[in-house]
């Protein structure tokens, strides 16, 4: 029970720092007279005042966090935090209901950008901005923001870290104390978020629009101010630079620090994932746009160029803008693209999928079964990056991959159970456990996620936890190993 009250304790400060950023939309509110502001002051005391008590009555059980604590505290944050953020939502949208207020919300927070919302175009602001920011916090990952301040508060962070943060990042620490490492990255994060927001402003955008939409691209996640998405400007070079910080949010952060550290291009050749990130993009882009123009999509092979280029890496990096209404195309290309966003982006990026270093660590796998078969005594390791690949590591890739699949089949079949069509159903399985947002037929990009009932609302929500925390954080909470002293 004490360990319980240390992990409340923790959660209690998070919440506490939590309610701060909302003081971001709230100053644009007073700013532009919106007639928001009054929720977000509403929201601010309820998140504030919650984070504060729950902080205060656990005092007395202040620890340094164990590695089932850490995990504990993940599957809290990740879960709590939404009731928190989807206070303005709730208050100023009387159409929203408690499924769809939280929906919206951990959308945004695990940077999915599945929304429920319409007539973006008229929403104020700060509303706007909010979506926009819980994107872009949620992105890096609201625990590795908690590891570079709670430091501060008396809370160490290394559990937090290692349970919340996906592939070699695991197990490579980029510098010699944790709090660094998290400065480090938000630092790279930041600066990128903000090279974005000029660029777009540069492109065409107006400031408003270049910082919402800033956020977003560098989470990855699709929350856009305008319901046609990137189509509303319908310009080639607003969404060449939303190309360009996709590709950059897509590669590991930690080989942007690296790089940056080292002032040399030296951790990008040496990461064994962006070679094979480019290669899948930039082929998947030409096939999907030669595919386009054959069928007759497009007349003009240049056209099918962009069109492609934009949605399929949006796509793939688990973004989720759209500049078109894809799911109009032959069903072949939006497949694709729903494929891809299963395991393009990179371990330690801001997208979802099971990472294309597991991908590749299948892929060596799978030719060294087939050169067993032939060879019975030859000594084959896999190898990635030059590095060997032990025996564990495969295992534990292999049982990731069962879970991913398992949990797409099962959520699947919940949603058909529940009247979804199979397409339907599907796709928003994929879409939310690889936190993409957008899917097919019914939840497209043309349309929302609004014609589903609570209950498909609520699975679709725990689906996107599931993706964001990468299946074991939060399954093996639910396991009772986790519970025995």
């Not at 301040?149 to 962070?157: E, F, K, N, Q, R």
């Not at 030719?367 to 590095?387: D, L, Q, S």
């Not at 936190?435 to 725990?462: H, K, M, R």
Request: hydrophobic letters at 50%.
């Amino acid at each position: 029970m004490n360990r319980l009250f240390a992990v409340a304790n923790v959660l209690g400060k998070m919440i506490l720092v939590f309610g701060f950023t909302m003081l971001v939309p709230l100053s644009l509110s007073l700013w532009a007279n919106d007639g928001a502001g009054y929720v977000f002051v509403k929201s601010i005391m309820v998140t504030i005042g919650g984070g504060l008590f729950l902080w205060l009555a656990t005092r007395r059980y202040k620890r340094e966090l164990q590695i089932r604590d850490g995990f504990l505290l993940v599957v809290l944050v990740w879960s709590v935090l939404p009731t928190f953020a989807m206070l303005p939502l709730l208050l100023f949208l009387p159409e929203l209901n408690l499924s769809m207020a939280y929906f919206e919300a951990a959308s945004g927070l695990t940077a999915t950008g599945g929304t429920v919302l319409t007539e973006l175009d008229s929403l104020p602001m700060s509303i706007n901005l909010w979506r926009g920011e819980m994107i872009w916090l949620g992105g890096m990952g609201l625990i590795v923001l908690a590891v570079a301040i709670l430091p501060m508060l008396g809370v160490g962070g290394r559990q937090m870290f290692k349970a919340e943060t996906p592939g070699p990042m695991k197990e490579t620490k980029l510098t010699p104390r944790i709090a660094e490492t998290a400065k480090g990255l938000w630092m790279v994060y930041a600066g990128l978020t903000l090279a974005c927001m000029v660029a777009y402003k540069l492109a065409g955008m107006n400031w408003f629009d270049s910082v919402m939409h800033a956020f977003t691209t560098l989470g990855l996640g699709g929350f856009s101010s305008h319901d046609a998405s990137y189509g509303y400007w319908d310009s080639p070079l607003i969404e060449s630079v939303a190309i360009v910080f996709m590709l950059l949010a897509g590669i590991n952060f930690a080989s942007h620090f690296l790089a940056l550290r080292s002032k040399s291009l030296y951790s990008y050749r040496h990461d064994p994932e962006v070679g094979l990130f480019f290669l899948i993009l930039f082929g998947s882009c030409l096939g999907i746009a030669f595919y386009l123009w054959l069928v007759g999509v497009y007349s003009d092979p240049l056209t099918a160029l962009r069109y492609a280029s934009f949605n399929v890496i949006s796509i793939a990096t688990t973004t989720g803008y759209s500049s078109t209404d894809y799911g109009l195309w032959p069903i072949f290309a939006p497949l694709w693209m729903l494929f891809l966003s299963g395991f393009c982006t990179s371990s330690g990026s801001t997208g979802g999928g099971i990472k294309l270093i597991r991908a590749r660590i299948l892929y060596e796998q799978m030719f060294r079964e087939m050169t067993t078969i032939m060879h019975p005594n030859a000594i084959t390791p896999a190898k990635v990056g030059g590095a060997v690949i032990s025996n564990k590591i495969i295992f534990a890739v292999l049982v990731f991959l069962f879970i991913y699949t398992t949990s797409i089949v099962m959520m699947t079949l919940i949603l058909t159970l529940s009247g979804l069509d199979i397409v339907t159903a599907f796709s928003a399985s994929v879409a939310c456990i690889n936190n993409l947002g957008p899917g097919l037929n019914e939840i497209g990009p043309g349309t929302t996620y609004a014609s589903l009932n609570d209950f498909q609302t609520w699975v679709c929500s725990f689906a996107m936890l599931l993706g964001r925390l990468e299946f074991f954080t939060l399954l093996v909470v639910f396991t009772p190993a986790f519970w025995r002293k």
